[in-house]
Every structure is written in structure tokens, then in C-alpha cells.
């Protein structure tokens, strides 16, 4: 089969390698449909560390393929949906209520990070009972491919943000996670929800998504104008979508006291991240931290795919871009490069 | 009357002033005992500005000595414990169940911050009905003031910080209320409370008020002894009952992923603190940081006060030293310079 | 000034009563616009006991006429909303965070039950500092009105039932408050809200507010009908909006295992309520059965207010009737006897 | 091999059995040590139904005989205890975080249910990776077995309870649930834990783990006991221990507004359990029904074993009696008919 690797770090190539086999309690799945994230970008230049010929990606759907002989409730040939993150289950962490953080920080991101990615024509699927979800007949491939990732982490970020029902919450940085928290923060009952970003087509988006207001801040500091936009109270909660120390500290600085803050962007540089010490209450005014990682599973997966089926969510308008599978270097030169107003390109196969 | 005052940054004195008024809601409290606590310290150098003549002081227990008209449900005479913090419990952030922070971020803290404090033969009483809490007749003044801020500081440490039953937890610092942390830790199901700590005296401390383990971190890394600790899994929550940045960055290195960091120290120096990004998971490893501030109010110091009743805890070891509050001054110096092994000294009128 | 009374049990009438005066922390309200509340039949009818000249009504707005003394933050000819119920919030319960059960038992419930309500032309507001909230330009009074009780009800309701995000619940009866529960649920993040009820004029509404099927209990046993449509899984959570011990127990019927049962309806008949055994797992299938009495607050009240303001909920087509003050008999009598197809009432002054 | 099981209802036997095999994700434990439970005696009645020579017994700790071949991280040899619930942690219930109702209604419960129990010389114990927990070298079989169930659902009746940090709780009935209930009621930070019970080794018991005060319903109405005990407010939480309907309505009328019933009993009878409708404040007091079943999990049950390895918890002084396996059947005939002041009697293999 062809796979789309990391060679090693900034090399990328479409390799040939064998169908992968599944283990008692796995499957193999045939790819029909995937998305490229900005953190396949991140893993080729190194972020995680060196890897030689690892499949790359994290967000695809496709058929099962094969079932692992421990395997029921599935069978071959249905459609299914992984999540980017497929934990076992039952390590500590899982059984404690982490399982993104499976047998260790992190631990539930396999895809492209300690096993091959789903940038292929066939991948496995470890604790495939678990980690299979059917898609509904009708929701199109290129539909549930935005449960895998987006929808599960956007909707996180909004659910760690502890929104009260008629509050206010900010998201810093509309990308495809900061556009799916803003759907997150309205579906889970924001009275207002501010969206934080200066590109004006994801400004439309998040207007699309429901932010109430744009705050851009190209045009004036933009804690300055969240505090203006809530009579110098703050936001009830913030949403850091982007992963930068800057925008985290504006997080800090525009929650009101007893806020959350839930971050949900992927810090990739730097040794500390900062918090302002003064607008933390130094350390003492109720100001609360989460964070977190796209929670995978099944049943979460047929809940989002739910708001999918019945037409409440739509997130395809962020598929700016469809490649076919065998175009798969180019579409992802596109994506690494953030060329043409790309926001998320589709990858058939 | 005499007050112990604050004349301005670095310089204290006993003062005479009028005995204070009560407005319709209020409460005038005659004065029986009080604790010095190190913020007072902090205010006298000047932490939260110069301040002019303010009566210090935020732990002291009494008796009702006037009532405001529309005060019900206590009488004069009748002895009372007053917590350090005196919310309004009517403003929207006391409504939004942040009392802690009444009005504005640290604005239930009243008491020698924004009204005369409580270290002169009488104190005034905001909301006098939420605020006043009667003593047990089987609980002597010299324990109940410990109910003020100790007790519900560092129970409120142990609280935020999310213990699971037989979970464990290190606290960082074993002063006053670290020492409650470790007491409050074990009253909430902890298996295993860890203090890290290096003065012999307040070693000795917390194992009495139910550490199992010390953790000295003058003999070495105190991270690196509590992986050791805990089979290099981290411990499931981390308390920071010190202050300083260099202890909160052991808390989230400490701490397990999907652990939480409960911050009760106060932070009082520099423009950031810092977050180590890799330990935090680089924002996704579900870690939560938590912070508050002393929760006051009369219910919950029932609550304390019962356990002081009962003699299930007992935090008078804590008193290493006795004034009466003719010699405040001498007080004052010798815990503002932790001089002579101090911990807390009681001061009694 | 005009009051329409409970004279006795079943007898009402309009009075003449002097306007109340304040107290300190009290403030006087003239009324604009009210909603007849079924409750107000039941009181009338003896639910809570005999009354004598008892003012009725307990959801109305008005503009300030009067303030207490030692009230700051409000002016008089401030349009405002009052929540149907007032807390203290400084006795045990309200501390608790239970302010519905203000110093005992539904004892939040002060309007048309301990003091008189607010069907008169002008009406009393106890800790008004708390209990007012401004009512913002954009929002007329008729919709400001309906954030007293039906909003705050209903959407407590959904706070309680702890839906999933994309889960299912079941609303029994889409009476007032069960039509605003099933908007509550939608605004908080339902995937599936079912509306069980047999009125046609009901369904259409329920369908308006959000739900995405109706079950008609007059076309066959509603749990079935909700088992046939969760794949026999039962729903995530179930709203009692009635009243009914039957509707109780097929709410515990149609929840699945771990699922919560949310108790909104006022149980007035009968010395039990029976929960059906099995079906709660003989007492140990996860079930959890929640209950709660309209909450109150000017913070809430803002919050509410909001979606009025935005637009983004309109419960105005419940608004079936229109009858001025001068009519108000011939309102209740309507809404008594439930004619003309009627839901809501709203009295203008 | 020897197995101890329900012929038919009302009749047990000693029967030879082929030592069970492994599947992939399975282990075969050897029995070492076992206690008896009063639902083994529901069993053999008939609660559950008929059964045709099934193994009794879900309270046993052993060695690890064999192991599947996906299982990793344990070894044969490996001294273990397996909790009274082992659910599969991939389906739907368990996923969505209620393995105790792992694929149906009390489904997490399989050991002399749906497959045979573990009071035979070897058990087979599905899903092992998350299902055995290693027992550490200081705590004897004899300690250990009390996690299997007795301290899971002892503490799990105090974590569901919501007892506030110093408030009150009453636990209705003393055997050995409700004493661990006592236990756990203590170890979660109750400030007075009330045993309702009338047996005085009962009583005994419950003061040694930790009651304050006992309530003796042969001495008078225990509910009115209750309210004197709490000057009339009732308690925060109270614990259904006993699984009867008199008991459950008692926790009902003791427990205070916004207060949290916790069922543990097992409601063995009649078709309704009813709730005393005016205590529940007809529907509307802000009180809690919680129920819930012994949760299991390698994680859970090495938090409860920590409790015996550092001797926080003792749970020995409830085995009243010691038998060998050979005499397991006078054993279960003394525990069916509570004779001899039994409470709980030790199997040794």
C-alpha cells in the first residue's frame, strides 16, 4: 500500500509498505477519506523528535478492512470513524479518566507519534472496540473526517471552559480548532462569544460558527477591547486556541476573577510558559487552568457525529481545499506553507 | 481604643482610635485573641501599596459588642469567630459563588486592605449575619482564631486540589498553612501526603498533623525524590502553600498528567510565573492549575469550628509563642524576622 | 395602590393595599408587565395552605419606585426584572449555595407564599441589591417577564439534567416551563430532544423551542415509544416538567444507566412519589434524580436577560393571551381553567 | 477443581469443575482467600433469578495461575485482588464512565451472575490488564479481600453522599457496607458521622470506625433523632445502607435541603421504592438521589489497598468468623441465617 511518511525531520514521500496486521484486539481500517493538521507540520520539523519512514497523519475515515480475532461489534466492510487519539483503555491514566494521557502524558496520541499515522490507504486501529465508531449513512466521508480531530478538540476546548449558560467566552485564534470552539462555546450555551483573529476570511467563519463579535487584534490590543466589550469585567471564561505565550498571557489577563482559562493550542517552543502574576490574582482570585487533549473513544465519537447527522454542525465549510490521495505532497506543501487562504484541505482516496 | 496600625510602608505603631460604628448590616467585635500571619508582613513592606494609618491584622476572634438594626440571629455578648474574609455575598461575584473575590478580584479581603483590620480591642463587621460565626462553648478563643484563615486556607488548599480517596499529594512548605494543607489533605481521604519542607521544627509538625513522608529539599531534588516516591508516576496533586515561583514550577513537574495543582500560596514578586512547558504536557496534559483565596463566611466556619469542637484537629502545637497586646510591637518584630523558631504567636486582649 | 389577592382558599379578588415601604436593604418596584403562573391556581386552590388577603404573582417587572437606605447600584426609574424567587443570601442555605431554599425548606419562595406577591401595581423586593437586575433597552418588558420563572425554570431544568454534549434527553410535558427546558437543552448542547406531549399546539411549540421529535403519550406508552428511538439504550437524561407522579416514573424509565432524572415539576398530590424498581436498578444503576426550585439572582438574571437581548431565545409566541391589569380576574380565570388554549397569560399595567 | 455453587434456587452445593480457560485478554486467578456476602444468600433466594450450577462468590483475592496472551504487566505467581465488578472498559456504559453498568444495567457485576463467581479454587477473570491489582507484600490476604467490595462500596456510598468538609452525615445500618460506609464517611472529612443502628456489636463497630454518635432505632423514631441531633436542620447527606423502603424514606426526611441521599442497599422487594413527597419538598429542595454499584478497576482497588498497606484502614475487625474452603457450605449456611453474631466470615484456601 502507499503511505504518506516522514522520512526524517523537514522530508517528507509517499512510500510503499505493507497493510498492516491486527493483533487480537485491533482492526485495520481502508482509507476513504483524511484531513491534514497543522501538527503534522509540527512533527516534520521535529517537534516531537526525529522518526525514520512513520506514516504521517491522525484525521481519516474508511472502511474496516479487518477485525482482530477478540473484536465484536463490528464488521467488516462498515464505515468507520477514528479519532485522532486511541487509548487502551485500561492503563492507569484511562482507568483514572485521562485516557488522552494513556500510559503516560500524551499517551493516547499513537497516530504518527509512537506507531504509524492514517495518511494511507490501510491503517490500524489498536483497542479497535473502543476506538471504532460507525458512521451514520448520512454523513458523508468528508463530513465525519471532521469528528476525528476538530470537532472532538474544539468542542473540549469549549467544555473545559466551564461557560456559564448566558456567559461570555473569548477564543484566541481562529484556525480549524479555534473555529470549532466557538461552535462548541455556542452549542454548550454562550450568551456571547468572542473570537479573537485578524484574517478576515476566519472572521467570516467564526462569525459562521457563531461568534458574536470579532475582536481583531491587528487593530488595538485585544484584552483592552474584551474588558471595553464586558464593562471592564472580563470574559467569563477564554479559550487559547493557538499555542503561543502571548496569546495564553492575554487568556490570563481578559478571564475575570473565578474564570477558566482552558487551553487547548499545542506549545511548541520555549521552556516555561508565562502568567502574568498580577492579573492571576497573585495566585490567589479563583482563576482556574485546564488543559487537555482531542478526547477520543467511541461514544464520543457517535455524539459528535450525531450533530453532524442531524444537520446541527457543519464544518466543511473549512475545506477550503480537496486533493486526491495521490497529490498528497502537494496538498501538504499547501497546508505546511499556509498557501492560498488554505484552512483545511480534504484528501480522497 | 488601641489599634496596631500600619503609619505607612515599613513603619507600625499602636495608635488610639474611636471605637468604629455599625451600619444597619454590621457587627462592632470586642477583641479576645488574634494571630500575627506573615501577609501582615507583607502589607507593612508595602505589597499592596502604602496605606496610612490602617489597622493590621485579619485573625481575630471576640464578642459581640454592638449590632446594626438589621442584623438578626445574634446578640450582644455572644463570642464569635470572624474569618479573615468579609464578603458582601450580593455583588455579582459573590452571587457567581466567588465570594473571595467580592466585587473585584482579592475584594472579599477586606480587613487591613481596604477597611481597618482586626489587631485593635475592637473590629467592624461587614454583613454581620453571613460574617459572624458563634463559638462552641467547649472551644477556647486561642483555637477558634485559628478557624479566621489557617484552618480555612489550608483546608481549602487540600479542597481545590482534588485528591482522590487514596490518592497523594505532595504540599510545598510546611509553614502555618502548608501545615493545614497537610491536615486538610488527610482529612479528605489522602493516601499519602508528602511535605516538602526542610526546617526540622515544621518537619516535625507536619508528621503530626499527618504527613507520611517528609521530603527535604535541602538534601536534594525534591521532584526528582517525589518520582522516586511514587514509582516516577507523580503525584496526583500538588499544593503550593509557599509562594514563590521556584515552588509552583516543582508543583506541575510533580504533579501526574490529568493531576491538579491547587496554588494557596501568595505570590508576591516579580511580573510572571512561569509554567515549565514540557512538565505542563506542553498545554495538553490535562493538568489543572487551581487558585483561591481564604473562603469565609459563617457556614463554612461552623464547619471548622466543629472540627475543633470535637478535637479532631487540634492546630494549637502550631502557637509557639504568646503576647499579650501591650507587647504587639515585640510580636510583630519577632514574626516579621521569623526570629526564635515562630510560627504562629497568639496575641490575647 | 390596586392588589389582586387570595382571600382564601378559592376565593381571589382585586384590593386596595397601602404601597409597601422599605427597609434598609429593600426596594419598592411598580409594576410594568406580569405572567399568571399555574402555581398561583395551585396556591389559590390550598397546595401551600390557606392565605388571607395574600397578594398573588411571583412574575413580574416594573421600574424602581423606592430603595432602601443602605441599597447602592440602582436608581429609581431603573427598569427592572425580579426573579421569582428572593433569597437572603446570607443565612446556612443561601451560604450552602442552595439560596432557593432560603432558611428552609423552598423558603426562597417568599412571593405569594411568606409575603405578598407581585400581581399589584406595585410590589416589595427584599435584599433588593441582590435581587434586582437591570433589564437592558433592547429587551421590552413583556419579554423581560418571562426571565422570572419560565426561563430560570425551565433552563435549571437542563442545568440539572446533565446532558452529554450531543446526548439525548426526554422532556415530559411542554407546559411553560417544560418548553422552556426543552430550549434550555438545546442551548445546552442536546444532540436529541424529545418532548413527550399529546397537545397539538404544545408539539408545534415544543418543535419551535428545539425539539427534534415529539412522542405523543396519547398514541402509546411514551417509554417504549423513547426505547424504539435510543436503540433501546433509553435516553441520557429525563426532564419532569409536570408534576405527575407517572411522568416521574417514566422518567426513570426512559434514562439509561448513569443517566440523571431532572425533577422541575411541582409534586402537589398524594403522601409518596413511587420510583419504579427495577427500573432504578434496585438502587444501584448509577441513576441520579436531581431536584431544584427556580433560581434567583440578579447574576443569573443577567445572564438570562442576555438571550432576550441577542435574540437568541424568544419565548414570546408562548404569550398566548393579553389582558390588562384592570382584567386580571377574568385572566385568571382563563388561565384556571385552562381555556382557549391558553399558555401563558401576560398582564400589562 | 472444588467450586461452591447455586444448584438451583434454595439450593447449594460442592461440585467439581474443569479449571477455567483464558481468552486473549484473560487470566485464571488461584484462590487464596474469600469473603461471604449477604447477596451470595440473594442469589441462592432468587433475586436474580434462577441460576443452574453456578459458582458463587465475587469476594476473593489470590495468585496469578494463568494469563492471556494479550495481557501484559502482571506474572504468573503475582499475588492479586480482583474487585466484585469487572467490567470490559470498552463499551458504551464504560466508556461513557459508568463501568459498574458495563453494557447494561448492573452489567459491570458478572462473577455469579453471568459467568461463574470466585468461590471456587480458581476463578477466570475477564479483562485483566484492568481487572487485577496487585496486592503489596505488607498486607495479608485476609486485609486485602476487604477491598473486593466491602471498602469499594463502602467509600463509594461516602464519595456519592457530597458530604461537605466538617458536615454531617448519618449512615442508615451497620453491617458491613454500612460500617465501611462509616469508614469512608470519616475518611472524606465529615465533621459528625451518625450510625443509625440497633445491634450493639453493630454499634460497637460502628464507633470504632469512626461514628460520633449512634442513632438506635429500637430507642425511638430515628429521623426525629436526627433532627434533635442537628438542632432541627437535618443532616448534609445520609447513606442508604440496608436496602429497605422504611430505611431509604428515613434518608429522605433526615437529610437537609440541597443535601445528597447516597444509595448503596440493594432494594431487593416489592415493585416501588417511594419517596415521602413533602420532604422531598415536592420535588423541588434541591435534594440529591444518588445510587451506585461497588466500582471495580485495578486503579481504584490499588488506592484502596494503600489504605491497608499504610494501616489508615483496618477492615479485620468485621471478620467475626474463619473457616476453611472445605466447610464453606456450614459457612454460608451461618452467614444465610445471620447466626452466631456473624458479620463476616473468612474463607481460607
Redesign the interface.
Known amino acids: 500500500m502507499k503511505a504518506f511518511v516522514m522520512q526524517q525531520i523537514g522530508r517528507v514521500a509517499v512510500v510503499d509498505k505493507p497493510i498492516p496486521e491486527p493483533?487480537?484486539?485491533d482492526a485495520i481500517v481502508r482509507t476513504t477519506a483524511a484531513l491534514i493538521c497543522t501538527s503534522d507540520s509540527h512533527t516534520v520539523r521535529g517537534a516531537i523528535g526525529d522518526r525514520h519512514n512513520l506514516t504521517l497523519g491522525h484525521e481519516s475515515v474508511g472502511v474496516v478492512h479487518r477485525l482482530g480475532?477478540?473484536v465484536e461489534g463490528f464488521r467488516v466492510g462498515q464505515r468507520v470513524a477514528v479519532n485522532a487519539i486511541t487509548p487502551?483503555?485500561?492503563?492507569?491514566?484511562?482507568?483514572?479518566?485521562?485516557p488522552?494521557?494513556c500510559t503516560?502524558?500524551?499517551g493516547g496520541w499513537k497516530f504518527a507519534n509512537i506507531k504509524d499515522g492514517a495518511m494511507a490507504e490501510y491503517f490500524h486501529v489498536n483497542?479497535a472496540?473502543?476506538n471504532l465508531a460507525p458512521i451514520p449513512d448520512a454523513v458523508p466521508d468528508e463530513k465525519a473526517v471532521y469528528a476525528c480531530d476538530m470537532m472532538s478538540t474544539g468542542?473540549m476546548a469549549a467544555?473545559h471552559a466551564a461557560i456559564?449558560?448566558?456567559?461570555s467566552v473569548a477564543v484566541f485564534a481562529a484556525g480549524p480548532v479555534g473555529l470549532m470552539a466557538v461552535q462548541?462555546a455556542k452549542?454548550?450555551?454562550a450568551?456571547?462569544v468572542f473570537a479573537v483573529e485578524n484574517v478576515p476570511r476566519r472572521q467570516e467563519l467564526a462569525r459562521r460558527f457563531g461568534a458574536?463579535e470579532i475582536v481583531d487584534f491587528a487593530k488595538g490590543d485585544p484584552v483592552k477591547r474584551l474588558l471595553e466589550l464586558t464593562q471592564d469585567?472580563g470574559v467569563d471564561s477564554a479559550i487559547?486556541a493557538l499555542?503561543a505565550e502571548e496569546t495564553?498571557m492575554n487568556c490570563v489577563r481578559a478571564t475575570?476573577?473565578?474564570g477558566t482559562i482552558s487551553?487547548?493550542?499545542?506549545?511548541?517552543e520555549?521552556?516555561?510558559?508565562?502568567?502574568?502574576?498580577l492579573d492571576?490574582?497573585?495566585?490567589?482570585?479563583?482563576?482556574?487552568?485546564?488543559?487537555?487533549?482531542c478526547p477520543g473513544?467511541?461514544?464520543?465519537m457517535?455524539?459528535?457525529l450525531?450533530?453532524l447527522e442531524?444537520g446541527?454542525v457543519d464544518p466543511t465549510p473549512m475545506t477550503t481545499h480537496r486533493f486526491p490521495f495521490a497529490e498528497i505532497e502537494r496538498a501538504f506543501g499547501t497546508m505546511d506553507r499556509k498557501e492560498d487562504g488554505i484552512i483545511k484541505p480534504l484528501i480522497r482516496f
Chains 1, 2, 3, 4 share one sequence.
Open positions: 493483533g487480537p484486539n480475532s477478540a487502551c483503555y485500561v492503563c492507569d491514566n484511562c482507568l483514572r479518566g485521562f488522552s494521557q503516560q502524558s500524551l483497542q472496540m473502543a468542542f467544555e456559564p449558560l448566558g456567559g462548541g452549542l454548550l450555551g450568551g456571547t458574536d469585567e487559547e499555542g495564553f475575570r476573577p473565578g487551553n487547548v493550542g499545542y506549545h511548541g520555549g521552556e516555561f510558559v508565562r502568567i502574568p502574576r492571576w490574582g497573585v495566585g490567589m482570585n479563583d482563576k482556574t487552568i485546564r488543559t487537555g487533549l473513544g467511541r461514544e464520543r457517535v455524539r459528535l450525531r450533530f442531524t446541527r
